[in-house]
């Protein structure tokens, strides 16, 4: 069952009106052309089950709360944020879950790179030499990860806790999320 | 006034790495949040990039207490993908080792429950005992005491030892006694009853509405599992039953899951007795195999720790996207909800009582 | 026998500097007591710390230690010898002072009163008329070390469990107390000695109290802090208990503390309730005395393996509304039936 981003809430109240009452998981796939997000409802009593769709672009990758309808959303919707850089409108501005990721692509889509380095801006001299290095000999290696250290007045994660970083991202706002994730 | 405390991610307690920020009032828990992501190996991501039959490792490293449950999930929408059919032979043999691993797991909850309220690890050790022996009834028939990686598709990897039913069967019947005692042994105990009797109460509706899986679920009185709802290999066939509790409290999760352990020795002894004769090896297609006929699959199991789907968009080779839905993920959720207005010792007793493993729950 | 010619011109020489006149020898007396009970505590704290590890691996059906010793037994001392060769490590704002005098007066007081129990008639250092009394008025005394304890960590966390553990304890002395007058009303007196008179008279008061026995035992293993009731310790399993900050020889001590303890415990429900050092006398009496002591930890050695943990409030009501009033209700019924 396909529906639109606009009629999502509203499509799945009418759904649990007609007893599709326990939300089995939301997750979404990166199809290449865009984002799709899926919604897995469940009638216990009645034993059936039910997939929404809703199509989304990458660059204006968002789809409302479905929270209000049911409450178990809440953390699929989380890991949705967190996986796929889909942001979820209209919901109270949450932690990821899995803790900092530093500038990083959402993991689950097609365009996270696999080999590539994932730094904060500081590093990048670190990141370029390692890239330079990829069958360098033990001593290159070793100067790539010896470089000095950045600054503790750094913009990134080391200065403060995770928990001082990710509450000022989260306090920024989850919900502005739109193509690429966070940058902390 | 809420003081935060943090409990974790290294603690006595047998879960896993787990961060609880606790916000206290008193004795009295505010708030929970639980921080996790210690254990997230990106598998949903890795799988993408293996062939079909090179993730069962990792699948199985998903549940360290129940690892076949797993490996037979993610080998159950292989073979949906590539339209393969278990033989008859193989479904038993299936079904032998998938209820010997909820014997396994549910003994490693009963003794992890009973450490995070206090105990001295004695019932975890009795529990080990007989779960070592379920053990090594599935090393006899798989080769492996732990991460069997014990499925093909369309079987298994080997056939059951000639000798494998009678040790089976004689393990029941010891085994059945032992359910027997462990029940008596802690339903007498006052102190046990105290905290378990009323202790988390989730309701029916609640429980539907948060999502939660498997053995909470059914507790809560919703009658629900997998097995009797969507029924796969031979359950239908040996009449299986669900169990189901009213309360909803940590006593009735606890006891759903002791009368579950009971109904996996009747299926056991059930399916040794009416195996029916042929060959269980399913094919040993490794890498590279009949190509996927259906383009996206949705199987569900019900795993020791709840219900798992498994969701997963098929490449010809390899899953273009595997989606887990796994219990442990939205037990943990259901948690803070839970937890709220109880004792800071109750929340311990809760979280032994939802039999949670954090490498289900990160991925 | 041939231990008894050579123990008894020890004993009665020892006697002698005791009833002498002059503080010197009496002094001298004392101190000798106390250097022989020490030994006594050290070797059941040693034998108990043992036994408990190999019962409690036996009824979990492991073996316990084997390695060390035969049968494990010098794998006390090889922990003992671990624990005191590591570094001391305070934080910062834990209260140093505090911090050590914590557990070293609660060992203090503990072994004092183990030193106010005679082990037979024959071996008194004093006679207290209240012997009994004033041994639970020291008791009454621990709950304050306990907070102290917790207190000096600075971590918020072992001071409140510290405070729930005094809690525990306050609320667990009462029960006692009403029973402990229950035993005096029998007797006639608070002394030991003449408590124990009373039972070789009548029978051993477990049997002729029950109620009390039953009352004093549960009120006993929360005075001990073992489990079911072992909250302070219980907290460190889920936040941080006491012992966090007690670094590696504060930990043998706090051992050291709770095996005393126990000592102290199995000796007073072994006066009070069992007999004291009566019995058969192909034993000598002190021998008695510590079997019946070591019986009584065995069973709390057994219970700390089967049961789990019980919740603060529970506790206290058990403590409230269960023992208070069995204890007084033992009471009525002692004074009823033997007195009146």
């Known amino acids: 069952m396909r529906f639109e981003r606009k009629v999502l809430v509203q499509g799945l109240g009418e759904l649990k009106g007609q007893g599709y009452g326990y939300l089995v998981k939301i997750t979404a796939v990166d199809y290449g052309k865009g984002l799709t997000a899926l919604y897995f409802i469940r009638d216990l009593a009645g034993n ?14 968002w789809v409302p709360t479905v929270m209000d309808v049911y409450p178990a959303a809440d953390w699929y919707e989380r890991e949705m944020m967190e996986m796929f850089g889909i942001g979820v409108h209209g919901r109270v501005a949450s932690r990821l879950l899995l803790e900092k990721w530093d500038g990083v692509d959402p993991p689950l889509r097609k365009s996270f790179q696999w080999n590539a380095e994932y730094r904060t801006a500081d590093n990048k001299d670190v990141a370029a030499a390692r890239k330079a290095n990829t069958v360098g000999a033990p001593s290159e290696r070793q100067a790539g990860r010896n470089a000095p250290l950045p600054a503790a007045s750094a913009p990134g994660a080391t200065a403060r806790g995770p928990r001082a970083a990710g509450k000022k991202g989260a306090a920024r706002g989850a919900d502005d999320k739109s193509g690429g994730g966070d940058k902390r | 006034m809420i003081t935060r405390i943090n409990i974790g991610p290294v603690h006595p307690s047998t879960h896993g790495v787990l961060r609880l920020v606790v916000g206290l009032d008193g004795d009295t828990v505010k708030e929970v949040e639980p921080h996790i992501g210690f254990l997230h190996r990106g598998v949903e991501k890795l799988v993408e990039t293996r062939m079909y039959m090179q993730s069962p490792p990792y699948m199985e490293k998903l549940d360290y207490i129940a690892p076949l449950s797993y490996d037979e999930a993610y080998v159950a929408a292989v073979e949906a993908a590539l339209g393969v059919e ?25 003794g992890a429950l009973c450490n995070d309220m206090g105990q001295m690890f004695t019932t975890f050790m009795w529990g080990f005992e007989d779960r070592d022996r379920v053990l090594a009834l599935l090393e006899e028939a798989t080769g492996q005491r732990m991460f069997y990686v014990n499925m093909r598709v369309g079987g298994v990897t080997m056939e059951l030892p000639p000798d494998f039913s009678e040790s089976c069967l004689s393990f029941l019947t010891y085994f059945e006694k032992r359910i027997g005692q462990y029940e008596s042994y802690l339903e007498k105990n006052p102190v046990f009853m105290e905290r378990m009797k009323g202790v988390g109460v989730l309701s029916a509706d609640e429980a539907r509405a948060l999502g939660v899986a498997g053995p909470v679920l059914r507790a809560s009185g919703i009658d629900y599992d997998v097995r009797a709802a969507r029924p796969y290999y031979a359950y239908k066939k040996l009449n299986f039953s669900s169990v189901t509790a009213l309360k909803g409290d940590n006593f009735a999760r606890y006891k759903v899951r002791m009368l579950e352990m009971r109904e996996s020795v009747r299926l056991i002894r059930a399916a040794l007795l009416s195996m029916p004769e042929g060959s269980a090896l399913g094919a040993t297609t490794k890498l590279i195999g009949p190509a996927a006929k259906n383009r996206t699959v949705s199987v569900s199991r019900e795993l020791p720790r709840g219900e798992c789907m498994m969701y997963m968009v098929a490449d010809p080779q390899r899953p273009y996207r ?26 311990f007793a809760i979280m032994g009582s939802l039999d949670l493993v954090m490498a289900c729950v990160d991925r | 026998m041939l231990i008894d010619s050579i123990v008894s011109p020890i004993v009665s020489d020892w006697q002698s500097w005791l009833s002498s006149g002059s503080l010197l020898l009496y002094a001298a007396a004392i101190l000798a007591y106390a250097i022989a009970m020490l030994i006594v505590i050290s070797v059941f704290a040693y034998v108990f710390g043992w036994v408990e590890r190999k019962v409690i691996a036996r009824i979990q059906h492991r073996h316990g230690p084997t390695y060390v010793g035969k049968y494990g037994f010098l794998q006390n001392l090889a922990d003992l010898v671990k624990l005191l060769s590591k570094e001391q490590i305070t934080p910062e704002n834990a209260d140093r002072v505090l911090l050590a005098i914590g557990p070293i007066l609660l060992l203090a007081l503990t072994t004092f009163m183990i030193l106010l129990i005679p082990l037979s008639p024959a071996l008194q250092a004093t006679d207290l008329g209240l012997g009994m009394l004033a041994i639970f008025i020291i008791i009454a005394f621990l709950p304050l070390l306990v907070f102290v304890s917790g207190f000096a960590s600075g971590n918020k966390f072992a001071d409140i469990s510290a405070q729930r553990s005094v809690l525990m304890l306050i609320s667990y002395e009462l029960p006692m107390l009403v029973v402990l007058a229950a035993v005096a009303l029998l007797s006639g007196s608070y002394s030991i000695g003449s ?24 009120a006993m293993l929360a005075e001990m802090e073992r489990p079911p009731f072992d909250l302070r310790e219980a907290d460190s399993e889920l936040i941080a208990g006491w012992l966090t900050d007690y670094s590696a020889p504060y930990y043998a001590l706090a051992l050291f503390i709770d095996y005393t303890r126990v000592f102290l415990i199995g000796l007073v429900i072994a006066i009070l309730f069992l007999g004291g050092w009566s019995g058969p006398s192909f034993l000598p009496g002190p021998v008695w005395l510590i079997a019946k002591a070591f019986a009584v930890a065995l069973v709390a050695i057994v219970i700390r393996a089967t049961t789990v943990r019980m919740r603060l409030d529970r506790v206290l009501r058990l403590g409230w509304l269960w023992l208070l009033p069995l204890a007084l209700i033992n009471l009525i019924l002692t004074y009823i039936i033997f007195v009146a």
């Open chain 2, 322 to 347: 595997l989606s887990i839905r796994d219990p442990s993920f939205i037990n943990l959720a259901a948690l803070p909800y839970l937890a709220r207005e109880q004792r800071l010792a109750d929340l």
């Open chain 2, 86 to 110: 278990v033989g008859e032979r193989a479904a038993y043999v299936r079904l032998i080792q998938l209820e010997l691993q909820r014997i396994a797991s549910h003994l490693f909850f009963l």
């Open chain 1, 48 to 61: 059936r089950d039910e997939t929404v769709e809703v199509e989304i672009g990458y660059d204006d990758a």
């Open chain 3, 195 to 218: 408590i124990i008179a009373a039972q070789s008279g009548l029978a051993w008061f477990a049997v002729v109290m029950p109620i009390g026995f039953a009352v004093f035992f549960v």
